[in-house]
């Protein structure tokens, strides 16, 4: 790039810090709520609107699993695992099934952890296919609608397709005995077949007391550009970037390595938290999926998210108003970031920084414990309680079977 478009975006940028610097220097950061409906939503209160009847399963189901690999509490798809503690001490929880609105399976998918503490998802559609026949056998509930009055919490990579790459993913589709059950997962993208048409699209679990120690000032001044820490290329399975994050880190390595605007490595250095509360935009090049980290952890530290993913469901999207908050970049635009950053109007990043810093978007991206009001936990149920009341159409006729209990990869009919 020529010197003097250097000199021009470095101009910028200087004007842009100094101008967000001034308006957190000294003061606390303006908040702004978000007008209409979505301001409303967000705020929503479910109680008294839904009740849940959670079923109880054996302890192999869920809290065995848990005793034997205890990290399954802090992985990113944990949320599975708090949704249960809450919903059993929630006072939407109904003891009798008969007033329930929605029924819910506590299964725990994703803690069969390799010794690098990633999930293998290999024996949950025979966990799954298991405890919906012992709930089909035991209880008269699921047997009316087919699990259409049920949700589960499917969190890993592809939801209830059950496996990491998405090529098999697709392949595998999502669980036949599923299909008409509501979904509670972190994948979102429209148009794929591991995303039922209804399924509630949550954030990744991120620890929040961990982020809440490493909270600054919020009169910092916000001195970086640009900032992303992360892998750029998975080396053992993608070594070109063509598949990983679909090639979006890749190509923002190559083409922003040198420029002084962005603040990019592989590195994550110890103010890993500190350094996102410093910057104004935050890279999250999700490629297919809402499940990384960094998309809360903008959420919560006020860094603008740029979001770089095609046809991406986000996280609550009827609640949070990421069009507002958020800058979306199409993957194929990646080369042009930087101009792209740098011709947002101050004004758009002055409203956008107001928006963030509203504690309930911030609160919407946390599952905290004990829970709190407006937090994941409630947006779920929320999404849930928008939902009802339930069509007539989906309690079946005597002798009625739509699911095939039959279908799917032959070793997922094996024994659990």
């Not at 029924?103 to 296919?129: H, Q």
């Not at 993208?189 to 909270?215: D, F, W």
């Not at 999250?284 to 809360?296: H, I, K, Q, Y």
């Not at 779920?380 to 799917?408: C, D, F, M, Q």
Request: charged share 20%; with cysteine.
């Amino acid at each position: 790039m020529n010197g003097w478009r250097w000199g021009f975006l470095l101009l910028v940028y200087a004007s842009l810090i100094l101008k967000t610097g001034a308006v957190e220097h000294g003061r606390t950061q303006p908040t702004e709520r978000i007008s209409g409906s979505a301001g409303d939503v967000l705020e929503d209160d479910p109680v008294g609107r839904l009740k849940v009847f959670v079923y109880e399963l054996p302890s192999k189901y869920n809290k065995k699993i848990l005793q034997k690999d205890p990290r399954c509490l802090n992985h990113m798809f944990a949320a599975e695992i708090y949704m249960h503690r809450f919903l059993l001490s929630s006072p939407v929880r109904t003891l009798n099934p008969e007033e329930a609105d929605w029924f819910y399976t506590p299964v725990y998918t994703t803690c069969d952890l390799t010794p690098n503490g990633l999930p293998l998802p290999f024996k949950s559609p025979r966990m799954m296919r298991s405890a919906i026949q012992l709930i089909s056998s035991n209880w008269p509930y699921w047997n009316r609608t087919e699990g259409a009055d049920h949700f589960f919490v499917v969190p890993h990579d592809f939801g209830a397709c059950f496996h990491y790459q998405e090529e098999k993913a697709i392949e595998r589709g999502i669980l036949p005995l599923l299909q008409r059950a509501t979904l509670v997962q972190t994948f979102g993208q429209r148009n794929h077949v591991c995303l039922n048409e209804g399924s509630i699209t949550i954030p990744p679990y991120a620890p929040p007391q961990k982020m809440q120690t490493h909270l600054i000032p919020e009169k910092t001044p916000r001195s970086i550009f640009v900032y992303f820490r992360g892998l750029f290329y998975d080396v053992g399975n993608d070594p070109e970037g063509g598949y990983y994050a679909r090639g979006a880190r890749a190509a923002v390595w190559e083409n922003f390595k040198d420029n002084p605007l962005f603040d990019i490595s592989t590195e994550h250095p110890t103010t890993y938290y500190e350094d996102m509360q410093r910057a104004v935009f935050c890279l999250c090049p999700l490629g297919w999926a809402p499940w990384s980290p960094r998309l809360v952890e903008a959420v919560i530290f006020g860094c603008i998210p740029v979001i770089i993913a095609d046809d991406i469901v986000l996280p609550f999207a009827d609640a949070i108003p990421w069009e507002e908050i958020g800058v979306f970049l199409d993957e194929k635009d990646v080369p042009n970031l930087d101009t792209i950053l740098t011709s947002i109007p101050l004004d758009v990043i002055l409203r956008k920084q107001r928006l963030l810093a509203n504690p309930s978007m911030k609160q919407a991206m946390l599952f905290p414990q004990p829970a709190q009001p407006g937090d994941a936990f409630h947006q779920v149920l929320n999404g849930l309680a928008r939902k009802l009341p339930h069509e007539k159409s989906i309690y079946l006729k005597p002798g009625e079977k739509i699911l095939n209990w039959t279908a799917g990869p032959v070793g997922d009919l094996k024994p659990w």
